[in-house]
């Protein structure tokens, strides 16, 4: 059984800072790539960032040196800390486990398997 709760969104001013939590319950939570998308109305999710086992990290262009994911494996927990908020960045947010290496399916176009219910973020200019 695979269970995602994110947390941490809410409203800020351009140039602040969130951390987002995401706590995963997965069997084999250490199998499994985990990321963070977002998603604004009337458009697609978009891939954020991304974090493997092996250590493994990547990032949209558009959130490099901004942002940044991290987790606490012993407690089964994905952050994202995200500072610098532009406006652009208002979205839902929202966390992603899958078997396969989210890197690679994202180039794929693929979505991962499992989601959590997100979490809105929204940066004022």
């Known amino acids: 059984q695979v269970h995602l709760v994110e947390s941490g969104g809410g409203s800020v001013q351009a140039g602040g800072s969130l951390r987002l939590s995401c706590v995963i319950s997965?069997?084999?939570?250490?199998?499994?790539?985990k990321g963070w998308y977002r998603q604004t109305p009337g458009k697609g999710r978009e891939f954020v960032a991304c974090?493997?086992?092996?250590?493994?990290?990547d990032y949209a262009d558009s959130v490099k040196g901004r942002f940044t994911i991290s987790k606490d494996s012993a407690k089964n927990i994905l952050y994202l800390q995200m500072d610098d908020l532009k406006a652009d960045d208002s979205a839902l947010y929202y966390c992603?486990?899958?078997?396969?290496?989210?890197?690679?399916?994202?180039?794929?176009?693929?979505?991962?398997?499992?989601w959590g219910q997100g979490t809105q973020v929204t940066v004022s200019s």
């Open positions: 974090i493997n086992e092996d250590g493994f990290i």
């Open positions: 992603a486990a899958d078997r396969r290496l989210i890197a690679y399916i994202r180039d794929l176009h693929i979505l991962p398997r499992h």
């Open positions: 997965i069997d084999g939570y250490d199998d499994y790539s």
